[in-house]
């Protein structure tokens, strides 16, 4: 499966944004999704995942509250919502896929390009 992450942008803190991530391929509705991101000279740190069905999310404690995922099978996408975006968020976002039957934050297959996200202050 290929990834494209889309929707990053330069905000103001407080902001909020909503990224995309397409994928191609006929079995996108059978794999777990997940978020991460990436800040300059840092590791990359989970964000948020969901499950196949929807029905699953797990988020990093840094976004509860203010990211929300969702998908839509029937469009191969995955959407990370975020709101009350603060400097602290700005990063590369990335998108990433598990065949995995279980949520994970760790193991994932397949990942996409990342969109860079900016939040001023």
């Known amino acids: 499966v290929q990834l494209q992450a889309s929707g990053g942008g330069l905000v103001q803190a407080g902001d909020s944004l909503r990224l995309s991530c397409a994928a191609s391929?006929?079995?996108?509705?059978?794999?777990?999704m997940g978020w991460f991101r990436q800040a300059p000279g840092k590791e990359r740190e989970f964000v948020a995942a969901i499950s196949w069905d929807g029905s699953a999310l797990t988020y990093a404690d840094s976004v509860m509250g203010r990211f929300t995922i969702s998908r839509d099978n029937a469009k191969n996408t995955v959407y990370l919502r975020m709101n009350s975006l603060k400097p602290e968020d700005t990063a590369v976002y990335s998108c990433?896929?598990?065949?995995?039957?279980?949520?994970?934050?760790?193991?994932?297959?397949?990942w996409g390009q990342g969109t860079q996200v900016t939040v001023s202050s």
């Open positions: 391929g006929r079995t996108f509705s059978s794999y777990a």
């Open positions: 990433a896929a598990s065949r995995l039957p279980i949520l994970t934050r760790t193991l994932y297959d397949y």
